[in-house]
């Protein structure tokens, strides 16, 4: 009974994942189509350098947006039903992206018009990868027994790095053997309508999937709260749960985003906020150009950042198989100390202006510290540390902070490296020794507690913290 119970979870929790996937998907697939986007667009219409940067780019806006309504909602429709909303967007994106001339029946004559169109596409899509991000997570987070929450929030990072791997090959199967004409005026539109296909996906397979049992109890719908329940643990544990989840709503369904203090908003703002200040995606962003910078030719720049893309993955699962072992703060701080060695390594070769095996050393210490610690835990910890309450306002907001401090790095990181590669690479990581010292000192430790047990926690200090401040 235990294991098909354990099932049931796993195959909903898969289900999740594909917002994941989705997101990776979507943020990667421009890599394959950047460079006959500039020949199709930027070339055909005169266009500037920076035009093309902001329509490569464009997606992160959307990204923005997402994270910051993703509260509102899912708050107001649900958790599954914002999933739904999530998949539309990914599959008009997709298709949007990929024949922008439909609006206009002006097929095969690039335009300002077209180029508008597109924009607004990507940005649709990025509306989607910001609702998946929030919201996949707090889903997985609301559903999943408190012994195994970890591994199974964990997997939506897996799956994010599974979609970037993935669309890399789709990409590549789609250039492969073609002419470069082919490829700048057809190849780069099936690459954006690929997409469309684990998006319908997605959207099928949400109608098979329950609304969280949290959720369900924020609406008075404690009957099918219950009967989800009944399916993750046994009777007596299901209503023991219940009763859990109702008492945390003890004083209204809804609260205010500081009703349970300050620091708790800052501190899951902050986790996103550094999971970007260390430089992550300067890495996977542009590793084939760091390389490139550093002396490799382009095909050896393209294997060494197979070889980091796979180093990701391996050490994601190192991630999923001990984050509810070992606890998510000694995993953080670990990770800290890797990243913070790999970039002081990689600025130590910047400044010395040398080439050679040790870079990729360097930066394959930083990725994989940054895959098994920061990458899938701040996601854990942002759909566990928030009360019920107030979870799906305070998601968004940390969200919606992770994709602007993601825009800021990425945009920054060109200029920061015409001043000097050195100092950019020793600025993540000073990053990344701040990073260990905030889990240190702030971040609570959650394995093993249901959001509940967190949250009576939270509120328990809260009112020392009271008590402190008025005996003062």
């Known amino acids: ?228 329940l009944g399916k993750i643990y046994n009777q007596a544990r299901a209503k023991a749960t219940l009763s859990e989840i109702n008492q945390s709503f003890d004083e209204g369904k809804r609260g205010k985003l500081f009703s349970f203090g300050v620091p708790i908003v800052v501190i899951g703002i902050l986790l996103s906020v550094f999971q970007q200040f260390v430089g992550i995606n300067v890495a996977l962003y542009y590793a084939p150009r760091i390389f490139e910078s550093m002396g490799a030719g382009r095909d050896a720049s393209m294997f060494q950042t197979i070889i980091m893309g796979l180093v990701n993955v391996i050490f994601t699962i190192i991630a999923i198989l001990t984050v509810d072992k070992f606890g998510r703060k000694p995993l953080l701080i670990i990770g800290s100390i890797g990243m913070t060695v790999g970039m002081f390594g990689v600025a130590g070769m910047a400044y010395a202006n040398a080439i050679g095996i040790a870079t990729l050393i360097f930066i394959i210490v930083y990725t994989a510290s940054f895959m098994m610690s920061w990458g899938p835990i701040v996601w854990v910890l942002i759909s566990e540390i928030f009360p019920n309450k107030i979870r799906g306002q305070a998601v968004a907001i940390a969200v919606a902070a992770q994709w602007a401090a993601n825009y800021l790095v990425s945009s920054t990181y060109p200029m920061m490296m015409e001043f000097s590669g050195g100092l950019t690479y020793t600025f993540y990581g000073v990053m990344s020794i701040l990073s260990a010292f905030f889990v240190w000192k702030f971040v609570p430790e959650t394995r093993g507690k249901s959001l509940e047990q967190l949250e009576m926690r939270l509120k328990d200090s809260s009112k020392e913290e009271m008590e402190r401040s008025s005996a003062h």
């Open 1 to 228: 009974m235990k294991r098909n119970k354990n099932t049931y979870i796993v195959l909903i929790t898969l289900v999740a994942t594909l917002g994941g996937l989705l997101f990776g998907y979507d943020t990667a697939v421009i890599s394959g189509a950047e460079g006959s986007l500039q020949i199709y667009f930027a070339e055909s219409l005169s266009l500037s350098s920076f035009v093309h940067g902001l329509t490569v780019s464009s997606a992160l806006i959307g990204c923005i947006i997402g994270g910051f309504i993703s509260g509102a909602l899912s708050t107001k429709f649900g958790r599954k039903y914002t999933l739904i909303i999530a998949a539309i967007l990914f599959s008009i994106s997709a298709l949007g992206s990929a024949y922008p001339e439909w609006l206009f029946f002006s097929f095969g004559e690039p335009s300002f018009a077209l180029l508008f169109m597109f924009n607004v596409y990507r940005i649709i899509g990025g509306i989607g990868v910001g609702l998946a991000s929030a919201v996949s997570p707090m889903y997985i987070g609301e559903i999943a027994p408190s012994h195994i929450r970890g591994r199974l929030v964990s997997l939506n990072q897996f799956a994010i790095i599974f979609g970037m791997l993935v669309v890399y090959f789709v990409n590549w199967g789609i250039a492969r053997g073609q002419s470069a004409e082919w490829i700048n005026e057809v190849g780069w539109r099936y690459m954006f309508a690929s997409e469309a296909i684990p998006a319908l996906l997605f959207l099928v397979l949400l109608f098979a999937v329950p609304e969280t049992p949290r959720y369900l109890a924020s609406q008075n719908q404690n009957d099918e709260a219950l009967k989800i």
